[in-house]
């Protein structure tokens, strides 16, 4: 029997603005440790909607949702953002990071946060995830000065910083050419299986669909696969 | 190593929009300079009034107050016998004033006390006449209370000690009838008293009023002019370690005679009344210009926040709580405004350097404004206060961002 380090009950989102609507129907899946998970559908299926839901930073839903075994649902947003900043790295569908600051300091943030580690480790740390993700030459350019490809990796290498038990991605790769697609692929594939940890990709690359280990199909805020 | 991270993101935000910290910080600066160039404005005015006052004013006074004749009334049912309400003459008099003085130095909060007599005085030199008062007094306790000293510009004080036909004068009187130290000037009193005396000191106090209108002779002069014997004493003067809380020495005092006491408040109660409404205008004004710079800084990083609400949804996805966000924020205004405050603080200082500089004339001298750490260091606290207080509201908004709604955009 294999770890779940995720699972959700019944979730169901609704939202009003223009007219009630369900975004969500019904969602109830488990995750497993080390489990490479890729989410795909049609555009305004809720991929997304479901991942925010899923990363803890919307609380607004029906059903719960439980983290390495804890239930999230319901708890105050300073605990959230504890577990997100520990357990959660997160990629967004459009790179986003601090354009005053520069790579290397991006990256080190969410462990500058955490404080587990002195400052010197961090940084070393940072480097070699930037210089995994081919980026080594960047580090010290402000986030501001990167092409959109280069800050989409820089953002990956960030969401890898504290090591944590869930990479959610949505489109990972939507900006990068086929073969930095292929370096960002090798790396999920190699954190899931190597390190253990569990990446949940939403995308809609048929090709890294069909390669991960488990695809969940939406439509209409349902899982119809 | 986990404040450190939200201090370092503010610090960048600062340093990286130099152009708009500079700004922020400069309204305060000039708010803060404002405020402590007028804070030590009014302070200093108001210790150069305290001083005229006590010049010619004890912290406290003792006197017989003028009793009014009352109507004779024999029974509560009796006709009330009317009659014309006057000025009792014969109470004007502090009976065995010596025994009263004496008692009012032994008060451990006295710190020094004098007993004077006080008549008006006509100086005259052949046809030209000039109205004025005298006061009768021991000249050495009379200098050690108000510095009588300093204002002798001719003569000496032992010598009205020494000679009991002497005679101390306003510089504006010896000017007027050209009268010098060693001439003799005659004095008429209003009881029709005329005396002879010699002038043996010459004073200046730089108020025209009083130096062309006072004198000063020995205590047995005085009660000569008023035809009275050397019982009586108009007033007694004492002065106590702080003036400002005159009114608690007054009523003890007030335990051990049954004269009116009057602490100097009171007789200048008006001088006073004017000094505080200044003050308060003044400290209106400077406030709200204080008030006008924290604005800046609030506006400033209402815009920052705005502008930087993508910024904001990161660090909460990346798991900043809302107090982190707004320490952050509160951090950057209290950056500014630590610049603003101290650069203030520095102009504050330049301007009241500079000013006190300045020679305004008699009776004034120098522009009464001065250093005082109590108004600096208050200034400081509240420039400080204000721009943390008008940093936390942005902080705020910051911190109740929705990071998914940020995102979805
Ligand atoms: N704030 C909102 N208010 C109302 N409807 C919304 C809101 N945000 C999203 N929606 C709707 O919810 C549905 C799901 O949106 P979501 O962003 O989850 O789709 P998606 O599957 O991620 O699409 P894509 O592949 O284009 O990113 C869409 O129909 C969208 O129009
Ligand atoms: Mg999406």
């Not at chain 1, 925010?52 to 930073?57: G, H, I, V």
């Not at chain 2, 025209?208 to 050397?230: H, M, R, W």
Request: glycine share 8%; net charge neutral.
């Amino acid at each position: 029997m294999q770890d779940t380090v995720l699972k959700t009950q019944s979730v169901s989102k609704y939202f009003y603005d223009p007219v009630k609507f369900r975004v969500l129907d019904d969602i109830s899946i488990q995750v497993y440790k080390g489990e490479f998970l890729t989410l795909v559908g049609k555009s305004g299926s809720g991929k997304s909607t479901l991942l925010y839901c899923l990363s803890t930073m919307d609380t607004d839903y029906e059903g719960s949702i439980e983290i390495l075994g804890k239930p999230i649902t319901g708890s105050n947003i300073d605990t959230l953002a504890a577990i997100r900043n520990e357990n959660i790295g997160f990629v967004f569908q459009f790179h986003y990071l601090l354009p005053e600051f520069t790579c290397l300091k991006n990256v080190m943030i969410p462990a500058l946060k955490l404080g587990r580690h002195s400052r010197e480790e961090i940084e070393h740390k940072a480097i070699e995830k930037l210089e995994m993700l081919g980026l080594g030459e960047q580090a010290l350019k402000p986030a501001s000065k990167l092409s959109g490809g280069q800050q989409q990796r820089v953002s990956i290498a960030r969401a890898l910083i504290n090591d944590p038990a869930i990479i959610m991605c949505d489109e990972p790769t939507g900006n990068l050419d086929s073969k930095n697609s292929k370096i960002v692929f090798d790396i999920f594939r190699q954190l899931s299986s190597e390190y253990g940890q569990t990446i949940i990709a939403v995308t809609h690359d048929n090709d890294i669909a069909e390669r991960s280990d488990r695809t969940i199909t939406l439509e209409d805020g349902k899982i119809v696969a | 190593m986990k404040l450190n991270v939200n201090y370092s993101i503010a610090l960048t935000h600062i340093l990286s929009r130099k152009r708009q910290t500079i700004t922020a910080a400069l309204g305060v600066t000039i708010g803060m300079a404002i405020y402590l160039f007028m804070n030590s404005l009014s302070a200093g005015f108001t210790k150069y009034s305290r001083n005229e006052i006590f010049k010619s004013n004890a912290h406290i006074k003792i006197y017989q107050d003028d009793e009014m004749s009352k109507p004779l009334v024999t029974h509560k049912d009796a006709l009330t016998v009317i009659i014309n309400p006057q000025i009792t003459n014969t109470s004007k008099k502090i009976i065995n004033p010596e025994a009263l003085l004496a008692d009012v130095k032994k008060q451990p909060y006295i710190t020094n006390a004098i007993a004077q007599v006080n008549f008006d005085a006509f100086y005259s030199r052949g046809s030209t006449q000039i109205k004025g008062t005298g006061s009768g007094v021991d000249i050495m306790d009379n200098s050690a209370m108000f510095n009588f000293g300093e204002y002798m510009v001719a003569g000496s004080l032992k010598a009205l000690q020494d000679n009991k036909n002497g005679i101390i004068i306003g510089s504006g009187i010896s000017d007027k009838l050209s009268l010098g130290i060693d001439d003799n000037i005659t004095v008429s009193s209003s009881y029709g008293v005329v005396k002879v005396l010699k002038i043996v000191g010459i004073f200046s106090t730089g108020s025209d009023f009083n130096d062309s209108s006072k004198c000063y002779t020995n205590i047995v002069t005085a009660q000569q002019f008023l035809k009275e014997g050397p019982d009586f004493v108009s007033a007694i003067y004492a002065n106590t370690p702080d003036p400002d809380v005159s009114q608690a020495y007054v009523d003890k005092l007030k335990n051990i005679t049954q004269y009116t006491v009057e602490d100097w408040k009171t007789t200048n109660a008006d001088v006073l009344a004017g000094d505080s409404v200044r003050g308060l205008m003044m400290g209106a004004i400077s406030l709200s210009i204080l008030l006008v710079a924290g604005f800046g800084i609030y506006n400033i990083l209402n815009m920052t926040v705005s502008q930087k609400i993508n910024d904001i949804a990161i660090l909460k996805a990346i798991g900043f709580s809302g107090k982190d966000v707004i320490r952050i924020f509160v951090s950057e205004a209290f950056i500014m405004g630590l610049l603003g405050t101290f650069a203030g603080v520095c102009t504050g200082l330049l301007m009241v350097k500079i000013m006190s500089g300045i020679y305004v004339g008699p009776p004034i001298g120098y522009f009464p404004i001065y250093f005082e750490l109590h108004i600096f260091a208050g200034s400081f606290l509240l420039g400080l206060g204000i721009t943390i207080c008008a940093g936390f509201f942005p902080a705020r908004k910051a911190s109740k961002v929705d990071p998914v709604s940020i995102f979805r955009r």
